[in-house]
């Protein structure tokens, strides 16, 4: 199969890349070529530039399928296509939970939930524009493709490679054992999918050319916050003690806390029924605490560091 990756070297796109190839796809990446110069040498790249809108390097070529993981404006979608034509298959499109309207959702709400109106007059990407403008997109490329038209709308995706920290700072915190200061409740849910079961299960909606919406979340089995550290604890062969802390002021996104409880419950019945796979928690803390350390352990950009964790438990 000929697959184009629009965006392949950081996280998702680079974890479907390497999927594919794994598969024994042929594979060509659209990027802009700032990164991920020593990520896939053998692998046939075009570059080109969705901000400025350069996508001249898409206008030549046709693939078999062609999955999107940087279209997070209509004008990103739109361009894209243009230059696409009709050289491509099918378009899977990766969007987000952010699509679904925040308020009347029970849980395990499924795909057919209501979605937030969408918003084109707009490129500004904030808390209330992100998930609208991924609405926009979902209906563009459904409109542009009708039945060969995938959208695939992840929750919170962790693995190697992550750049997002969230879930890489509770495996890194947990590793070092002791008292853990928890800003929220621990018995909030939380699914956090492996980025490997996304891609398999990409490529699994190709070969079965599967049109439609689908959720992608995990892990198999359902997890609270509290659950979470303790799997991350045992993986890393660490023991912890959970402490629930109450703070003035809170970082924004701190990792996985999140006061709207139906956010993280959303149902993956239908994905699980078309053959998303489930890596057990357990192996996705322990695969991305050594992938942690090879790198270093850098410092992260979410969270709170050693010091600031210390100060809060000293006032609990």
């Known amino acids: 199969m000929r697959i184009l990756v629009l965006g392949g070297t950081r996280f998702v796109g680079r974890t479907i890349a390497e999927e594919a190839l794994r598969q024994g796809s042929e594979v060509t990446l659209f990027h802009r070529g ?5 990520v896939f040498p053998d692998v046939l790249r075009l570059v080109g530039d969705r901000d400025t809108g350069d996508y001249a390097a898409l206008r030549q070529g046709r693939w078999d399928a062609v999955v999107d993981v940087s279209g997070f404006v209509p004008r990103h979608v739109g361009q894209a296509m243009d230059a696409l034509g ?38 500004e990407l904030s808390d209330d524009t992100y998930g609208p403008l991924k609405v926009a997109c979902e209906d563009d490329v459904t409109a542009r493709y009708g039945s060969r038209a995938t959208i695939v709308r992840p929750g919170k995706v962790a693995g190697p490679h992550d750049p997002s ?14 008292r ?73 996104l701190f990792p996985l806390i999140r006061p709207n409880w139906p956010s993280q419950q959303r149902s993956p019945a239908r994905a699980r029924a078309a053959g998303l796979p489930a890596t057990p928690l357990a192996v996705t803390a322990a695969d991305v605490l050594a992938w942690d350390r090879a790198r270093g352990e850098p ?18």
């Open 165 to 178: 920290d969230a879930f890489t700072y509770w495996v890194r915190r947990a590793a070092r054992g002791g």
């Open 86 to 123: 009709d050289r491509v298959g099918r378009y899977v499109f990766i969007s987000s939970h952010a699509v679904y309207a925040r308020t009347g959702v029970g849980p395990d709400s499924d795909e057919d939930t209501p979605r937030r109106p969408p918003v084109r007059d707009t490129e």
């Open 180 to 252: 853990v200061a928890l800003p929220g409740r621990p018995d909030q849910p939380v699914q956090v999918l492996d980025s490997r079961d996304l891609a398999r299960f990409v490529m699994r909606l190709l070969a079965d050319d599967r049109p439609g919406v689908f959720h992608a979340v995990g892990p198999a089995e359902p997890v609270t916050l509290g659950g979470l550290v303790e799997t991350c604890a045992r993986a890393a062969g660490s023991e912890v003690e959970i402490v629930p802390v109450e703070v003035e002021s809170l970082p924004p």
């Open 34 to 38: 700032r990164t991920g110069g020593d």
């Open 299 to 316: 410092p992260l950009g979410k969270g709170w560091s050693a010091q600031e964790e210390a100060r809060v438990l000293a006032g609990s």
